[in-house]
């Protein structure tokens, strides 16, 4: 085998308009689990460690190429503009000038996103100096080009769809459009294409037959899975590759030990590890970093991204989560939203319609209904009665709230803060505190209840 992994040049063809997709995005910065497209195929070429990597780009090529850029800062990607889309042949010589004499090429598609580095890698331990095809056995094979072999099972030529023969048609081995080509052939092959067929484009398919009539071998790959293979032209093809990719991570996830209700009813948006034993009911969204660790149950329809959650949590149908820290044996929801800059140290009880933002929950403290807690410290024992509000913005700035260890809040007090609830200090129901209360008492602060004797009969006489 020729040491491949110094020598290869990645060109991802990416010009194409996309027109079917009926969006004002260029067809590549579509998103697959929640990456461009072309990102995905981009992030796989990387790991091959390429000499060299080249976009050949047309249409939305600026909005294309900012987007990338800000993905991969620093990067030495080499950028072609295709100006007429004449063919992927054509595509190809355009990269000829960034293309060395030796080593080899490998041809990959902006819209093409599922391919993966396995079977990228297995092309490349083939790969002997000769010339590499990718090729999938397709039940329906019609859109792609054929595979004809010969007499001896040698692959002979690649035949277009729509420059097939009535009995070509019948050929179910097509061709996928990924190659690796030895470079020492290129120029002679690129520019000999002619484009006298029946889409009038230069082919870059017209190269194997140009490999055979040389002697050159042939040798070929298939995919394990197909979706690997498959190209984005409309909104249907990119929801189908969408659940290919949902498919195989849940089904990774699957293997990995968790428990899913129903590995189609889940969406992973970028990553997720679970310890043992976590179970995950139905319509859930993953983003960013998620990690559970064991015997973590999540109900029906939270979202969750960016979080940490400790052993032993359940979160409760319908919650929300987002760049937080969740201790042990807590339990969240249903219905609860937990906000940026969240922290529960454990045993946390946090109820339906709950919102906590940028606040640290102490040890088995419980906020269980209807309460807004933001910029606040909360100590460990502390009981939040229903529907009280922490005030952390005046307007202008925000303020933090402290409430001390073994503290009482009672139902519907408003806290208005910066102000400090001392140790142990029980607030009675529908207080407003403003001011630092002494621990360990309890603090009243509201109008005094009163009867307006005789209003009701003189309101009636009215
Ligand atoms: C191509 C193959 C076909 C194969 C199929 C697999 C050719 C001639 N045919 O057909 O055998 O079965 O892929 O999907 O190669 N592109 C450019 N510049 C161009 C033309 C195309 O960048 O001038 C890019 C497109 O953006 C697209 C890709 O190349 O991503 C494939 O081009 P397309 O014309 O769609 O090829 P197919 O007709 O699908
Ligand atoms: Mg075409």
């Not at 660790?293 to 032993?312: E, P, Q, Y």
């Amino acid at each position: 085998m020729v040491d491949t992994m110094t020598k290869m040049n990645v060109v991802i063809l990416a010009a194409g308009q996309g027109k079917r997709m009926n969006s004002k995005l260029p067809k590549v910065l579509h998103q697959v689990g929640n990456k461009p497209m072309l990102e995905r195929v981009i992030s796989t070429a990387l790991m091959l460690k390429p000499e060299n990597l080249i976009i050949i780009y047309g249409h939305g090529g600026e909005v294309v190429k900012s987007a990338i850029n800000k993905t991969f800062p620093n990067n030495d990607f080499v950028w072609i503009f295709q100006d007429k889309q004449l063919g992927t042949g054509h595509a190809l010589k355009c990269a000829l000038p960034h293309i060395n004499n030796d080593g080899a090429t490998l041809v990959l598609y902006g819209d093409v996103p599922l391919i993966s580095i396995y079977t990228l890698q297995h092309m490349q331990e083939l790969y002997d100096g000769s010339l590499v095809m990718l090729t999938a056995v397709l039940d329906n094979p019609s859109g792609y080009g054929r595979v004809v072999r010969d007499a001896d099972f040698q692959i002979k030529c690649i035949v277009e769809e729509k420059d097939t023969s009535q009995s070509e048609k019948f050929i179910n081995e097509v061709n996928t459009g990924f190659y690796i080509l030895p470079n020492q052939y290129l120029d002679e092959w690129l520019n000999t294409l002619v484009n006298d067929n029946s889409q009038g484009e230069y082919y870059l398919t017209d190269i194997i037959a140009k490999a055979y009539k040389q002697n050159i071998e042939i040798r070929y790959y298939t995919a394990e899975h197909n979706y690997e293979i498959m190209g984005v032209n409309n909104k249907l093809q990119l929801e189908y590759l969408e659940r290919m990719h949902q498919c195989k991570l849940a089904e990774s996830l699957l293997g990995s030990g968790a428990t899913l209700l129903d590995k189609s009813r889940i969406d992973i948006r970028g990553k997720i590890t679970c310890g043992m034993d976590c179970v995950i009911d139905i319509n859930c969204i993953f983003e960013g970093s998620v990690i559970l660790g064991d015997n973590v149950v999540i109900g029906a329809g939270c979202i969750l991204k960016n979080v940490i959650i400790s052993n032993d949590v359940v979160i409760k149908p319908y919650s929300i989560l987002e760049d937080a820290k969740i201790g042990p044996n807590s339990q969240i929801g249903p219905y609860a939203r937990i906000r940026p800059g969240t922290e529960l140290t454990g045993g946390a009880h946090i109820g339906n319609f709950v919102e906590i933002k940028n606040s640290n929950i102490g040890l088995n403290s419980k906020v269980n209904h209807l309460t807004y807690i933001g910029d606040t410290d909360i100590g460990s024992g502390v009981n939040v009665g229903a529907g009280s509000v922490t005030c952390n913005y005046d307007g202008k700035n925000k303020f933090r709230t402290v409430i001390e260890n073994n503290s009482f809040i009672g139902s519907g007090t408003m806290l208005v803060a910066p102000v400090t609830i001392s140790e142990g200090s029980v607030i009675g129901a529908g207080s407003t505190i403003t001011k630092t209360t002494l621990a360990n008492e309890l603090t009243v602060s509201r109008a005094r209840q009163v009867t307006v004797k005789g209003w009701l009969s003189r309101h009636k006489k009215d």
